[in-house]
């Protein structure tokens, strides 16, 4: 125990290991505060469907032979990120069928135009890039490290001014546009948030991970508590806690990071499953 | 001027035409009681009037310096999701969101008045329940209150009484009578239960093929004589 403590306690000496801590639990904390509010609305999957747009963004970028596909990728994805977020309740194709229609789309799209225009050869290294994130966690250098840092206060300062509106919208849309809150402006408003976290988070640490980290805590949390704030708080709790405990296992037995903060997540998961069944039989 | 006046509305979904030739006004300390079958337009007529339907053509016109922030509504059903977690409370106290402007947080004399309104409906003792787990006459009062918490001047109810006991339906009519009479807050109402539309109301707008709207004497007035000319003909 003490042996890994001190190896442990070695690897903190590295840098690049403070950086993922940093980043890891930072982006782990946002997408749990926005998965509470994404899974209700049934956008669970939108860091998969944003995933894809992404891929065939970069597909499109390399068919007009952009060298530096940074700025249109993102610009794509954050677009389709509104567009899909921003019509809110009352839109004609409701959440989970419309992240499934760009999703798809836009892979099929992708993959066309990369196979037609064919100009790199590794196709599925593309893609394995857009679903494990461009840079691995463990290589982040300072700059993404303080960009995180940013947008995190940015997304918690939102989160909390904004806290009872987004209640408000995610519970009774209509309500809240017939007494007069201006819902079109927080829809947008909460879509912009939404897109750039997931947006930054998919090229750190990958789309497979943020769908986890949006999903998992919120799910877990609402198989135990039963009102909004006590669930936005335990899932903020359990994500931190998932992320450094993933980060830290997957150091000390050398294992993929995004997976093993994955699989943290679906055991606590579990562990919220048992105890949210116990609750109910013990209350019969 | 009166609080809302509607001019040769017509209602409907994607251009097709549900009601038309709707005018009405209601003034400030009215109770309108509104009528008519299933799928005849009322919750239409409700909608529009909210801003949440556009209308075809037409115009609604509001008066008296009244706002969107200072209107209070019950919908008739609200598509919540199986798995919402929310506590009573906290969905009662939601109703004050569209006044707050952008202030960020309720404030005490705030949480004191949503504590009054879940008192006044009788749900004090599931205030920190989870709202899923209500029955349907429980969730009613729930959104009765988020309702009133949202209202200064005019409350708009669609089937109230719906699903509530007889008990809970007699007290529910006289919590809006009183609304109306004490706190001067204007009632619009749709309602099945013409017998009590009649008694609280003070004016009756009929949808259906031939549309009407005045006040109760004039509508009690109204059926008498149509059925008069029924039995006439009969
Ligand atoms: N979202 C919608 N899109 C298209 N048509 C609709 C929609 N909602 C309702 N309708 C139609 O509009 C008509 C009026 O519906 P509405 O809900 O206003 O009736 P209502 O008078 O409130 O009936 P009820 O007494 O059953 O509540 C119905 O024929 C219905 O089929
Ligand atoms: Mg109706």
């Known amino acids: 125990m003490s042996e890994s403590l001190n190896q442990l306690y070695t690897y903190l000496q590295f840098p690049f290991v403070r950086y993922a801590l940093i980043v890891g639990v930072l982006i782990a904390f946002c997408s749990s505060l926005l998965g509470v509010t994404l899974v ?3 956008f669970s999957f939108i860091g998969d469907g944003l995933s894809h747009v992404a891929f065939g963004a970069m597909a499109v970028a390399g068919v007009v032979g952009l060298t530096n596909d940074m700025p249109l990728v993102l610009f794509i994805t954050t677009i389709s990120a509104i567009l899909l977020l921003r019509t809110g309740t009352n839109a004609k194709i409701k959440g989970d069928a419309a992240v499934a229609m760009i999703s798809v789309g836009a892979l099929a799209v992708g993959y066309l135009l990369m196979n037609v225009f064919s100009k790199s050869s590794n196709v599925s290294g593309d893609v394995c890039t857009t679903l494990f994130g461009s840079t691995s966690i463990l290589t982040l250098n300072k700059t993404k490290v303080w960009l995180c840092v940013v947008l ?3 997304v918690v300062a939102v989160f909390i001014i904004f806290y009872n509106k987004i209640f408000a919208l995610t519970f009774d849309e209509n309500f809240a546009r017939a007494t007069g809150t201006r819902v079109s402006a927080y829809n947008l408003m909460i879509a912009v948030i939404i897109a750039s976290v997931i947006v930054l988070a998919m090229n750190l640490v990958g789309s497979l991970l943020i769908s986890a980290l949006v999903i998992f805590p919120a799910l877990s949390s609402m198989r135990v508590f039963k009102t909004f704030k006590s669930v936005t708080v335990c899932s903020a709790i359990v994500s931190v806690f998932c992320a ?11 294992t993929p990071v995004g ?3 994955v699989l943290v997540d679906i055991l606590v998961f579990f562990g919220f499953w048992l105890v949210g069944n116990f609750k109910v039989r013990s209350a019969k | 001027m009166s609080l809302i006046e509607c001019k040769n509305l017509s209602l409907g979904y994607d251009g097709h035409e549900i009601a038309k030739n709707l005018n009405l006004s209601v003034n400030s300390g009215d109770y309108l009681c509104i009528v008519g079958e299933n799928g005849s337009g009322k919750t239409t007529f409700m909608k ?5 339907n556009p209308l075809i053509s037409g115009e609604i016109k509001f008066g008296d310096g009244l706002k969107r922030s200072e209107i209070g509504y019950l919908p008739q059903q609200t598509a919540v999701q199986r798995d919402f977690p929310a506590s009573v409370f906290e969905i ?3 109703g004050f969101c569209g006044s707050m402007g952008l202030k960020p947080f309720y404030s005490k004399a705030q949480k004191a008045q949503a504590q009054i309104n879940i008192e006044k409906m009788g749900i004090s003792h599931i205030k920190d329940r989870c709202y899923r787990e209500l029955s349907g006459g429980q969730q009613q009062r729930v959104l009765l209150a988020r309702a009133l918490c949202a209202t200064k001047k005019l409350i708009l109810l ?5 699903g509530l006991d007889s008990n809970a339906t007699a007290e529910m009519y006289s919590i809006v009578k009183r609304l109306n009479s004490e706190d001067n807050i204007t009632v619009i109402m749709i309602s099945h239960d013409i017998s009590a539309a009649v008694s609280y109301a003070t004016h009756i707008l009929h949808i259906g093929a031939s549309c009407f709207f005045g006040t109760k004497e004039d509508y009690i007035k109204n ?3 149509t059925s008069l000319e029924v039995a006439e003909n009969e």
């Open chain 1, 244 to 254: 450094l405990s993933g980060i830290l296992i997957s150091i000390i037995i050398s």
């Open chain 2, 48 to 52: 529009t009037l909210l801003g949440l």
């Open chain 1, 152 to 154: 995190s206060v940015i």
């Open chain 2, 223 to 225: 059926q008498n004589t």
């Open chain 2, 158 to 162: 669609d089937e109230p009484v719906s």
């Open chain 1, 259 to 261: 997976s093993t903060i």
């Open chain 1, 40 to 42: 209700l609305k049934r």
């Open chain 2, 92 to 94: 009662v106290i939601s």
